[in-house]
């Protein structure tokens, strides 16, 4: 199995502040994907990093992917109420179809105003 | 295109019960995927079609779980006598090959 460790579990913050979240393994991963998810709706596609050291912006959000290929961070730059979601980062499994992906647990992010 | 649909949203069901959930892909998508997320958990890989074969199953898939996808479009996922344990949001992704996979709206279902 390979695992997923996302940080911090929970964050609470005032709007117009900026966060970092992070995604951790052991082990290397192809390329990872990074996930919104809202209350009782499926995981939405935000970004998939592929190169070690690769940084994708996607407005405010700047995804990285480590070097190794083995972590990842989301940086948010002036939170907005909109950014409150599930984050979640995840992989395609080694030895199988990119689908099958290992996700972690989630940093739930809320913005309040 | 209307994105991966899923059937119903919401299922309360009683102990024992057999449910059954529907998924609908992305037309020209060939992939299909089952997750399955409890509280607090990011989602869990369940199994994956590929056209109307199933290709792999994970360990959490036990023998009370069935999934088909008789004619490579839509799947069903099945539940023999439900425990509680079972409840959870169940959801239904595809993919174009190895390109990005899309998730449905996910079925919630509460074992009571």
């Known amino acids: 199995t390979q695992l997923l460790e996302q940080s911090p579990q929970f964050l609470s913050i005032q709007e117009g502040e900026n966060l970092t979240v992070y995604c951790n393994s052991s082990?290397?991963?192809?390329?990872l994907q990074w996930y919104r998810q809202e209350p009782g709706e499926g995981p939405v596609l935000l970004v998939t990093?592929?190169?070690?050291?690769e940084v994708k912006k996607l407005k405010r959000l700047t995804f990285q992917f480590g070097d190794a290929r083995k972590d990842s961070s989301l940086h948010i730059t002036a939170a907005q109420p909109g950014d409150t979601g599930l984050y979640l980062c995840?992989?395609?499994?080694?030895?199988?179809?990119?689908?099958?992906?290992?996700f972690g647990r989630g940093t739930q992010l809320t913005v309040w105003p | 295109d209307t994105g991966v649909s899923q059937d119903p949203r919401h299922k309360i069901t009683k102990r024992g019960q057999n449910v059954t959930f529907r998924c609908d892909p992305i037309?020209?998508?060939?992939?299909l995927y089952w997750y399955r997320q409890t509280l607090g958990q990011g989602p869990e890989f369940l199994t994956y079609?590929?056209?109307?074969?199933?290709?792999?199953k994970s360990r959490l898939l036990s023998d009370r779980f069935s999934a088909e996808r008789p004619k490579g479009s839509f799947s069903t996922l099945e539940i023999q006598r439900t425990e509680q344990g079972d409840s959870a949001m169940y959801l239904c992704?595809?993919?174009?090959?190895?390109?990005?996979?899309?998730f449905g709206s996910g079925t919630r279902l509460t074992v009571v």
């Open positions: 082990s290397v991963f192809s390329s």
């Open positions: 992704a595809s993919s174009l090959g190895e390109n990005r996979v899309l």
């Open positions: 079609f590929q056209n109307e074969a199933q290709l792999e």
């Open positions: 990093v592929v190169t070690g050291g």
């Open positions: 995840a992989g395609p499994d080694r030895g199988s179809t990119l689908g099958r992906l290992y």
């Open positions: 037309s020209e998508h060939n992939r």
